[in-house]
């Protein structure tokens, strides 16, 4: 192996990191991210935050399609979403054949942390998974709200909206009997992130949460729409669900962001909402090892619930 070549053991495979001192991703301009050390990210900094978060990453991952965000020269570099898995790649990383329009798409996804290093490798800087699994694929187990605030500013400056609508949504979320977290995206917004069954189907799944949505931007029209046109909605931030449809997907927990600081999605705490430092970039590659060994997500994800009473009380609410 050459200089610019390191092994490491993840598991029982051998992964290969090619060019780990290559510069990849820039800091903060004014190191003002938190947990942003400043200068410059390198692709051996993407592999070992994706080797360290692993444990903790993978669960979130295993059994889903992936689309894939990778930068091969960086963030100066051009950008490829994939999808269809390369020939290349060995034949210990699983695949899932998925129906599409006129054929199949063989997407990627990653069942363990070997998986994950390897991805790494092959410049892959943001993981975006699907809400469903290989084996059930028009039967999401995850509902996702996104929160996408207008106007233009600093993370810092556009986050009170976001921080008032995901307690709305979290609010009635539990009003109508479902369990709900949070996690911030490493951009600009959050996510709701709802627990369902498997059973119902991925349009069952995309109507209620646009029910959800209905409801609260009609309770709430000066702060809150569902129009997905820009120009449609003034300053008003939008509830998103459209990541609900087939074939949506949403990023991944702990993914890092192809953006100057390497901000990370990571789950939070509602708690945290109420901390002033908390916002859509506040965790980036330096830091997020230490959200996750929190486990904000704690017990959540064992307990996924039917959608047919909460549509009942929802409805209730509605007519109310």
């Given at each position: 192996m050459s200089s610019s070549t390191r092994t490491v053991r993840a598991g029982r495979r051998t992964v290969a990191l090619h060019r780990p001192d290559k510069p990849f991703l820039p800091g903060a301009p004014d190191g003002d991210a938190t947990g942003d050390r400043g200068g410059t990210y390198t692709k051996g900094d993407l592999f070992d935050y994706y080797r360290s978060v692993a444990p903790f990453m993978v669960p979130h991952l295993r059994g889903r399609p992936l689309m894939l965000e990778r930068h091969p020269d960086g963030l100066s570099g051009p950008r490829f979403m994939q999808k269809d898995t390369p020939g290349h790649y060995p034949d210990w990383i699983t695949r899932a054949e998925v129906p599409k329009q006129g054929g199949t798409v063989t997407h990627t996804v990653c069942d363990d942390s070997a998986s994950l290093l390897y991805l790494a490798d092959q410049a892959c800087v943001t993981l975006h998974r699907w809400l469903?699994?290989?084996?059930?694929?028009?039967?999401?187990?995850?509902?996702?709200?996104?929160?996408?605030?207008?106007?233009?500013?600093?993370?810092?400056?556009?986050?009170?909206?976001?921080?008032?609508?995901?307690?709305?949504?979290?609010?009635?979320?539990?009003?109508?009997?479902?369990?709900?977290?949070?996690?911030?995206?490493?951009?600009?917004?959050?996510?709701?992130?709802?627990?369902?069954?498997?059973?119902?189907?991925?349009?069952?799944?995309?109507?209620?949460?646009?029910?959800?949505?209905?409801?609260?931007?009609?309770?709430?029209?000066?702060?809150?729409?569902?129009?997905?046109?820009?120009?449609d909605r003034g300053e008003r931030l939008y509830l998103d669900v459209q990541r609900n449809g087939y074939a949506q997907t949403a990023v991944a927990p702990f993914s890092v962001r192809a953006r100057p600081g390497a901000p990370v999605a990571v789950p939070i705490a509602w708690e945290q909402l109420d901390d002033p430092a908390t916002h859509a970039a506040r965790w980036a590659l330096a830091d997020a090892l230490e959200q996750a060994r929190a486990d904000p997500w704690a017990g959540l994800l064992r307990s996924p619930r039917a959608l047919g009473p909460a549509r009942r009380k929802l409805r209730a609410l509605r007519g109310a």
């Open positions: 469903s699994r290989a084996g059930r694929i028009d039967r999401p187990d995850r509902m996702v709200f996104d929160l996408d605030p207008a106007g233009e500013g600093t993370p810092e400056e556009v986050f009170g909206p976001v921080r008032e609508a995901a307690r709305l949504v979290g609010e009635l979320l539990d009003q109508v009997g479902l369990p709900s977290a949070v996690m911030t995206t490493g951009s600009r917004g959050l996510h709701v992130v709802v627990p369902v069954n498997g059973r119902h189907h991925v349009d069952d799944v995309r109507d209620f949460a646009k029910e959800v949505a209905e409801l609260l931007a009609a309770a709430h029209p000066d702060r809150l729409t569902t129009a997905a046109r820009k120009k």
